[in-house]
């Protein structure tokens, strides 16, 4: 166990922060997890909008990434690979949401379900959901909450967390032209959700 | 509301130029175009809202991943921990000396991070035992990544001095091979 090599001052570039976790080197992975848990854990709960289940998706997609992290082959593709697995994850829990709200016949239970699933109302005890409510004043997490999927995951990678068009088109599998076109139609749904909610 | 991004204003802007620039000064085009700034304007409503979201996201405690998550996350990994291999050392009547191969590593990163320029990374380390003679000789693959205009040649020299003398004091056998591989420049 070598839990106190000299893996990670603050210095030390993530390529090789990256290369040592995949030689096996804990410490090294641990800094990864503190650096990107929180991220994730941002995106995972705005795609989502359910505590648990985004503190799921980021437990799996960091445990996933320990076990995959060999087969890396460039170092320094970890960040955009990290948010590939957290932003698929999320999509398919989605796409499992709005499949088991198609068989569900309890009409509370499809409301709760509708628009994939990500307009279901938050929990009373959830602190997020209470804390957030100032910042819903402006209506752009309401709205958000409305986008298709993959609409929320574009505007969310590209303008919440600054990623590529190229990477995120990766992590969608469509091209950066088709990037472009699905955040303009995302940008004219707030635009025209938000002028409602004035 | 007519935010036609794939059309374009016409001035010729698009709208995904005027969203691109919308944190940026107006431009002296945008200065004196009424179209430009009535797009802008419709537009400033939606960047601020989502920089005041991305901030307060950013800033709330509660965004955060839970203690306890990141603790089963490690844990997981701990127990799941790659089985370092065992190397022999020395193999003798009495029995063998054996070290695992992160621990030696380790004593190499060790020796890398005293050299200022260099970022060690993946370590593979063989050895070769020749039983009869009771010798090891061991090669050691060391890949670094090296600060962006420092003298390559000299610091990788450094490295590899460093490491002959570190092994030795460490594990008390001869460093034996050590190939260095820069592979990447990282910017300081
Ligand atoms: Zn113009």
Redesign the interface.
């Known amino acids: 166990m070598n839990d106190s090599n000299p893996a990670c001052d603050a210095d030390t570039d993530e390529g090789s922060i990256v290369a040592r976790a995949q030689d096996g080197d804990l410490a090294a992975f641990e800094h990864l997890v503190h650096t990107y848990q929180d991220r994730l854990f941002r995106l995972a709960y705005r795609m989502l909008n359910d505590r648990t289940d985004a503190e799921d998706v980021v437990q799996e997609t960091l445990t996933a990434s320990w076990r995959a992290l060999p087969m890396l082959s460039d170092v320094k593709a970890f960040g955009g690979w990290i948010y590939r697995l957290a932003t698929n994850k999320c999509l398919d829990l989605l796409r499992k949401r709005s499949a088991r709200a198609e068989t569900i016949t309890d009409p509370a239970e499809i409301h709760s379900t509708l628009d994939d699933g990500a307009t279901r109302a938050p929990l009373e005890a959830d602190p997020v959901a209470s804390a957030e409510w100032a910042a819903q004043q402006d209506g752009l997490t309401t709205v958000l909450n409305t986008l298709p999927a993959v609409q929320r995951a574009c505007w969310l990678l590209r303008e919440i967390h600054g990623r590529s068009y190229a990477e995120i088109g990766v992590t969608l599998k469509i091209n950066p032209t088709t990037v472009r076109g699905t955040l303009a139609r995302a940008r004219r749904r707030i635009a025209e959700g938000m002028s409602q909610w004035r | ?1 007519a ?1 036609e ?2 059309r374009r204003l016409g001035c010729g802007r698009s ?2 130029q005027i ?1 691109a620039g919308m944190d940026q000064p107006p431009t002296s085009h945008e200065e004196d175009c009424e179209l430009c700034q009535a797009a802008k304007a ?2 400033q ?2 960047k ?3 920089v ?3 901030e ?3 800033h ?1 405690p ?5 203690a306890e ?2 603790n ?3 844990a ?3 127990a ?3 089985r ?1 291999k065992r190397l022999v050392l020395r193999g003798t009547e009495y029995g063998t000396v054996e070290i695992s191969e ?2 030696l ?2 004593l190499i ?2 020796a890398a ?1 005293a050299i200022p320029g260099i ?5 593979r380390i063989e050895v070769q035992s020749d039983a009869e003679m009771g010798s090891t000789h061991l090669t050691i693959n060391l ?3 090296t600060a962006s205009g420092i003298d390559i040649p000299a610091t990788v020299e450094g490295l590899r001095q460093k490491i002959n003398k570190a092994i030795p004091a460490g594990v008390g056998i001869d460093a034996g091979t050590v190939n260095i591989t820069v592979e ?1 420049l ?2 300081v």
């Open positions: 509301m935010l991004d794939t709208i995904d969203w419709r537009m409503k939606i601020e809202a989502t005041a979201l991305r307060s996201d950013l709330n509660e965004m955060t991943l839970p998550r990141t089963s996350i490690m997981l990994a701990r799941e921990a790659r370092s992160q621990a590593s380790s990163r060790l991070a970022h060690s990374r993946r370590c890949r670094v990544a990447d990282y910017d």
